[in-house]
């Protein structure tokens, strides 16, 4: 399997990947557009994409899966352990400067203050790494993965600095071609886009047969649509299976109030969830 992720190698996306599909080769992009571009123009080419974080919420790649529509095969809930990374013979005392990407940097904070370093922002949290090789100063550091301290040689001055200790960010696997697994007595998520029609309480009438169906919705997201501060679309999961006959019953109630709906995807809930 080729998976395509966003940053260069040692990101999280690409620990993420190498540790679900250990057998899988990571195509590294620059931009999460793309990671979109390259599955949607190759179908052997999966794209790996954090959706959210635990601790710091939407990730902002929410406008990307509604320009793609690619499918949703899995979800993933991967732990993110940050990790202030230092040049060989460097020391937590000696560091002044720390690097990496804004929301590494908001994850860690109580650890930047505790430590009074002065927070640089960079493009992602793998990049960072490798910059703190290539300048060689032993008063810069940064915050990035295990699997970059490998990679650029660095050594890890200190371990799990983030302030929550169970920091997860959950990650999508997508991909062109259409899939769906049999429904089996498993957990399941339905994720889908829906723009509404325009009229009084369009939501709550459209939100309803979820309520009377008895199905419980995991996620619910507005995104103005382009171009437009009056139009939006929504992005929604709900626990159970397309092919499950309390699902259908509420999205065909749903579809009723909807000017569109495209199904991104049927997939098994991570086992994360149960925790």
């Known amino acids: 399997m080729k998976i395509a992720y966003q940053g260069i190698p040692g990101s999280y996306s690409e620990s993420c990947a190498k540790q679900m599909y250990p057998e899988c080769e990571t195509i590294s992009c620059k931009t999460f557009d793309e990671c979109f571009e390259k599955a949607k123009q190759d179908n052997s080419i999966r794209s790996i994409i ?3 974080n635990k601790t ?6 929410e406008y990307l899966i509604f320009k793609y529509r690619l499918n949703i095969y899995a979800e993933h809930f991967f732990p993110i352990k940050h990790n202030l990374l230092g040049i060989k013979g460097s020391n937590l005392d000696s560091i002044r400067d720390v690097y990496s990407h804004a929301q590494a940097l908001s994850q860690s904070s109580n650890f930047i203050k505790k430590n009074n370093l002065i927070e640089n922002v960079r493009a992602d949290t793998a990049g960072s790494a490798k910059y703190i090789s290539d300048t060689n100063d032993k008063t810069k550091a940064a915050i990035a993965s295990k699997l970059s301290a490998k990679i650029y040689n660095l050594e890890i001055l200190k371990e799990d600095i983030q302030d929550e200790k169970n920091n997860v960010t959950r990650f999508l696997l997508m991909g062109k071609e259409i899939y769906q697994p049999e429904l089996k007595d498993e957990n399941y998520i339905t994720s889908f886009l829906f723009k509404l029609k325009s009229k009084p309480a369009a939501l709550y009438s459209a939100l309803s047969g979820f309520a009377i169906n008895g199905v419980n919705m995991t996620k619910l997201q507005s995104f103005p649509e382009k171009n437009s501060f009056s139009s939006f679309f929504f992005l929604c999961d709900i626990e159970g299976h397309i092919d499950d006959q ?8 749903l579809g009723l109030h909807c000017e569109d709906m495209h199904v991104l995807g049927v997939f098994k809930s991570d086992k994360f969830r149960l925790k």
Do not use: A, F
């Not at 710091?56 to 790649?61: E, S």
């Not at 309390?246 to 109630?253: A, R, V």
């Open 50 to 52: 954090p959706e959210s």
């Open 56 to 61: 710091t919420g939407n990730i902002g790649v």
């Open 246 to 253: 309390k699902i259908k019953n509420s999205l065909e109630e």
